[in-house]
C-alpha cells in the first residue's frame, strides 16, 4: 500500500519501492531489538510516546549507547537511499501512476471492509495471528505475545500498523458462578504500616549457570523465611525492562497482558480506568499512602497514573531532592528519604509507603576494568555484567537490612516487603542453573517461565504470622497483593476470595495456565462483576 501511495504522489518506482523497503526493514529490525531488550514488540504507540517526551527519553541513550547508534544510523539510511533513488530516475507515465492510484484505492477499501467489524463489536479491533483469530478474548492477548518471539515478520509489521496499543481490550464477559467477592471480614487489633519495596532488576543470580558452585552469588536477600517472614520466587510478566507493566500488576492485580497491546502502555491508557487498585482499597481502610519514585514524574504519566491508583502522595525525584542523575541513587538514599516524608506527613492513620528503586538498572558494566577497584577477588572469574549486578545487590542488601531494623523496630504492628520488578538484559540470553527449579519450586517452570523468575519477601513484627517453605511459595505478581493483605492481617480486597481461587487452579499465574476456561471466568468475574475497570 505504501509504495502505491509514492508511486502515485512521485511517479518514481525506484524511490517508491526502496523508500517502503527500508522503513519497513528498520521497523523490523527496532522490533526484533525490543523484543531482545523487553519481550514485547514494537508498536505505533511507542514511536509516539518517544517523540512526545524526547528530553527526559534520551536518557536511553545514555545508559545504551548503541541504541542511538543504530537509530541515527537507520533514519541516515532511509533518508540518504531514497533521495539518492529520487534523484536518480525519472517519473513513471502518467498511466502508471493512474494504475498506483486505482490499486491503492482497492487496497484501501478491502481493508476498510475486513476491518469494519471487530470481533468483538462492544471492544477495539485487535490484530490476533495463527490460530488465536479465533479466540476474541482477553486470554488469547497473554498467548499472542509469547508468540510474537517467533519474530515472524508480517506479525511484527501487522502488530506495528496496527496501533492497537492506544487502546486496550477488555476480557470477554461470560457467565459464570466459580467467583465470588470477598467476605468483609472484621478487623483484630491496630491496622499495620505497611512498606513495599519495588528493587529494581533484582533477581535470584543463582538461577544462572554462572553461579553455580559461587558462594559470592549468595546474598541475604534470598535466604529462606524464618518466623514471620514469607518469601519465594516471583513470576513477573516483562523482562530487562519495563518496570511499569510490575508496578502496574502489582498494584491492581491484572496481567497487563489480558489488555492486548495496549497493556503495554498501562500507566497512559489503563490507569485512569482503574476503580479499586490496592492504594485505593488500602485508602477506603481508613490508610494514609505514599509513592516514592526515583526518577520524573512525568515518566510514563507516571505522577497522574498513581493518582488513579489510590496514592494521595507522590513524590518523585524532583520533590526528593536527590539530583537528576536517577542512575546512580542507592537504595539506602531512598530509604531515607521515604523514612522523613513518613515522619513528616503522618497524620494518626495507618501508612501505606509503596517506593521503587532505580541502582541496579541496566546497563552492567561490559568489562572488569569497569567495575569499582580493587575488585573483590570472588568476582573476578564471573562475567563483568554479573559481577557488577553482584557489587550493586550487595549494596542493596545492606541498605534493606537497615530500614528493616528502623521499620520493623517499632510498637505498631508493621510490614515491610520487597519484591523484583524483572530480570535484568544480562541474564535474558545466560544459560540456567540445573537444579536450581527443583530446590525452589514444587511444579518445575518452563525455560521462558524461569527467564521472568524474580523473588519477593515479607516479614513482619507481629507474631502470628507464619514462615512457610519458600518451594511452596512461588507465586505470581498478580496474587502478590492479595498475598500481602493476608500477611498483613488487613481486611481483604473483594477480588481476593477470586485470587485466592485461581491461584489454586493457576499456581505460576494465568498465561500458563491450561484450564482456560477458569481464567475467563475469572477475567469476567473480576472485570465485568465487581467493574474493576470502567
Known amino acids: 500500500m505504501g509504495i502505491f501511495l509514492l508511486l502515485t504522489l512521485s511517479g518514481r518506482l525506484l524511490f517508491s519501492v526502496l523508500t517502503v523497503a527500508l522503513i519497513y526493514a528498520s521497523i523490523v529490525a527496532a522490533s526484533w531489538t525490543k523484543i531482545d531488550y523487553l519481550g514485547t514488540p514494537l508498536t505505533l504507540a511507542d514511536v509516539r510516546f518517544f517523540t512526545s517526551n524526547l528530553a527526559e527519553n534520551s536518557v536511553l541513550f545514555k545508559a545504551y549507547p548503541s541504541l542511538g547508534i543504530m537509530l541515527v544510523g537507520a533514519l541516515l539510511l532511509i533518508f540518504i537511499g531514497p533521495l539518492l533513488a529520487f534523484k536518480r530516475k525519472r517519473q513513471c507515465s502518467t498511466r502508471a501512476r493512474l494504475i498506483a492510484a486505482l490499486s491503492l484505492a482497492g487496497l484501501l477499501g478491502g481493508a476498510w471492509i475486513t476491518h469494519a467489524e471487530a470481533l468483538n463489536p462492544a471492544l477495539p479491533q485487535m490484530a490476533l495471528f495463527g490460530e488465536e483469530k479465533s479466540m476474541g478474548n482477553g486470554f488469547s492477548q497473554l498467548h499472542r505475545f509469547n508468540a510474537t518471539r517467533d519474530r515472524q515478520i508480517p506479525d511484527l509489521l501487522e502488530i506495528f500498523f496496527a496501533d492497537a496499543s492506544t487502546k486496550f481490550q477488555l476480557p470477554q464477559q461470560v457467565l459464570q458462578n466459580r467467583f465470588k467477592p470477598s467476605e468483609a471480614l472484621p478487623t483484630s487489633g491496630a491496622m499495620p504500616d505497611i512498606f513495599v519495596v519495588l528493587e529494581e532488576s533484582t533477581f535470584d543470580p543463582r538461577i544462572l549457570k554462572a553461579c553455580e558452585a559461587q558462594a559470592v552469588c549468595d546474598s541475604p536477600f534470598f535466604a529462606a523465611p524464618n518466623t514471620n517472614q514469607k518469601a519465594g520466587p516471583l513470576f513477573v510478566h516483562t523482562t530487562a525492562g519495563g518496570t511499569w507493566l510490575s508496578e502496574f500488576t502489582f498494584l491492581t492485580g491484572f496481567d497487563w497482558r489480558i489488555f492486548g497491546p495496549g497493556g503495554g502502555h498501562a500507566p497512559l491508557n489503563l490507569a485512569a480506568h482503574m476503580q479499586n487498585a490496592l492504594p485505593h482499597h488500602l485508602q477506603g481502610l481508613g490508610y494514609q499512602t505514599i509513592a516514592i519514585y526515583p526518577v520524573g514524574g512525568n515518566f510514563l504519566n507516571a505522577r497522574d497514573a498513581y493518582k488513579h491508583y489510590g496514592f494521595e502522595h507522590f513524590l518523585a525525584v524532583e520533590d526528593l531532592h536527590l539530583g537528576t542523575d536517577w542512575m546512580h541513587i542507592r537504595d539506602g538514599q531512598l530509604f531515607d528519604k521515604a523514612l522523613q516524608v513518613v515522619a513528616e506527613k503522618r497524620d494518626g492513620r495507618p501508612i501505606f509507603v509503596f517506593l521503587l528503586t532505580i541502582r541496579n538498572h541496566g546497563p552492567h558494566a561490559s568489562s572488569h576494568a569497569a567495575l569499582p577497584q580493587p575488585e573483590p577477588p570472588a568476582l573476578a572469574d564471573l562475567p563483568a555484567p554479573l559481577a557488577d549486578y553482584l557489587q550493586r545487590l550487595q549494596d542493596s542488601a545492606n541498605a534493606m537490612t537497615k530500614l528493616e531494623e528502623e521499620w520493623l523496630t517499632s510498637e505498631r504492628p508493621r510490614v515491610l516487603a520487597w519484591f523484583g520488578d524483572h530480570q535484568p538484559l544480562l541474564a535474558s540470553s545466560t544459560q540456567l542453573a540445573h537444579d536450581y527449579t527443583q530446590k525452589h519450586f514444587a511444579r518445575a517452570p518452563t525455560e521462558n517461565q524461569m527467564r521472568h523468575a524474580t523473588w519477593y519477601a515479607m516479614r513482619t513484627n507481629r507474631k502470628s504470622a507464619n514462615a512457610q517453605p519458600p518451594m511452596e511459595q512461588a507465586t505470581d505478581i498478580s496474587y502478590l497483593g492479595s498475598q500481602l493483605l493476608a500477611f498483613s492481617g488487613a481486611p481483604p480486597h473483594p477480588a481476593d476470595a477470586a485470587i485466592r481461587e ?31 475497570i470502567e
Open 502 to 532: 485461581i491461584q489454586k487452579i493457576c499456581p505460576h499465574g494465568i498465561a500458563y495456565c491450561n484450564n482456560a476456561t477458569a481464567v475467563r471466568e475469572y477475567l469476567s468475574f473480576r472485570v465485568w462483576e465487581l467493574k474493576e
